[in-house]
């Protein structure tokens, strides 16, 4: 095979899918207090059935019941999503978000389906406890999105990919291990789901939708 031509190539990442994350700080007590709230919750309501395959999920008014930490955690969501967000000229937009949001328990062998969120413009999660997902890779439980643009190459040429890190995992998936204070933005289109969980422990954690 001949040797390829000197070509000056200029390789351009066109319509990337953003994904926020951070470490929200001083989780220990405001942690203590949301788990405790959630618990009670759940004893005092049954599950809605969503994209939980198993496990509690509860109403969508958690703002309501979670006390001034869930209130807190909302507030930096909100605060996320503004810094994250423009108008078409990169200029940052004034946007009073409304914010919908719940409680994930997953005990073992509980998990989230694949699935998005209809009606908003960010999503998101924070994880109040990660079951020890953190430390132990083997307990499963990660937060898992698939590529948007569907099956891409991988249809015709599975054990192919576009140059570069941001092109290894086309046509495929990417996960986040959960840890706690850990919190994740995306655009609500994104498909996405949670693996199952195999820890001894409960996964906990807080699911908010973010529209205008």
């Known amino acids: 095979m001949p040797d390829a031509p000197k070509l000056n190539i200029a390789m351009r990442w066109l319509f990337a899918t953003p994904v926020a994350a951070m470490v929200v700080p001083d989780i220990g007590n405001r942690n ?40 807190a955690i909302l507030d930096i969501a909100r605060a996320v999503a503004s810094r994250i967000t423009t108008d078409r000229q990169g200029r940052q937009a004034a946007i009073d978000w409304k914010v919908t949001a719940w409680a994930n328990i997953n005990p073992a062998g509980a998990a989230n389906i694949c699935h998005y969120h209809p009606g908003s413009v960010w999503s998101g999660t924070y994880y109040v406890d990660d079951g020890g997902c953190a430390e132990d890779d083997t307990l499963g439980g990660e937060f898992e999105m698939l590529d948007p643009r569907g099956a891409a190459p991988s249809m015709f040429a599975p054990t192919l990919a576009f140059a570069g890190e ?17 919190m994740v933005l995306f655009p609500s289109w994104l498909f996405h789901q949670v693996r199952p969980y195999r820890g001894g422990r409960e996964r906990i954690s807080i699911a908010f939708n973010l529209s205008m």
């Open 32 to 71: 203590e207090k949301l788990r405790a709230a959630i618990f009670r919750r759940r004893d005092e309501h049954p599950s809605i059935q969503a994209s939980n395959a198993g496990g509690w999920h509860s109403d969508r008014d958690l703002a309501e019941w979670g006390g001034s930490d869930a209130v």
């Open 166 to 182: 941001a092109g290894q995992s086309v046509g495929s998936t990417e996960t986040i291990r959960p840890k706690p204070g850990l």
